[in-house]
């Protein structure tokens, strides 16, 4: 059965830090960048469907112009004078 050495402990724990670190600082460097491309991508989705919005109103606009729609018909109405 082997033991854990005290060097092999010391190393292990040494990379820990130095990966923490590491990655704390990278983080740094490149979290604003990736979250400037993230709210960047959202806007142009967003430009794309206000777009998409524009066009539909658009061509139904258009569209109702040339056809009218058909009347709903709404119950039955009765006609009645008032009895003085």
């Known amino acids: 059965m082997e033991m854990a050495s ?3 402990t010391v190393k292990v724990i040494f990379y820990i830090i130095l990966f923490y670190y590491l ?3 990278l983080m740094r460097i490149f979290a604003p960048i990736l979250m400037q491309k993230a709210v960047n991508k959202m806007q142009e989705k967003m430009q794309e469907q206000y777009r998409q919005q524009q066009e539909q ?3 139904a ?8 729609k058909p009347k ?3 119950g039955e109405y009765i006609d009645y004078e008032e009895i003085k």
């Not at 606009?61 to 009218?68: C, D, E, I, M, R």
């Open 61 to 68: 606009s258009q569209g109702s112009t040339s056809t009218p």
């Open 57 to 59: 109103q658009s061509s």
């Open 23 to 25: 990655f704390k600082f």
């Open 72 to 74: 709903k018909e709404v």
């Open 6 to 8: 005290i060097t092999g």
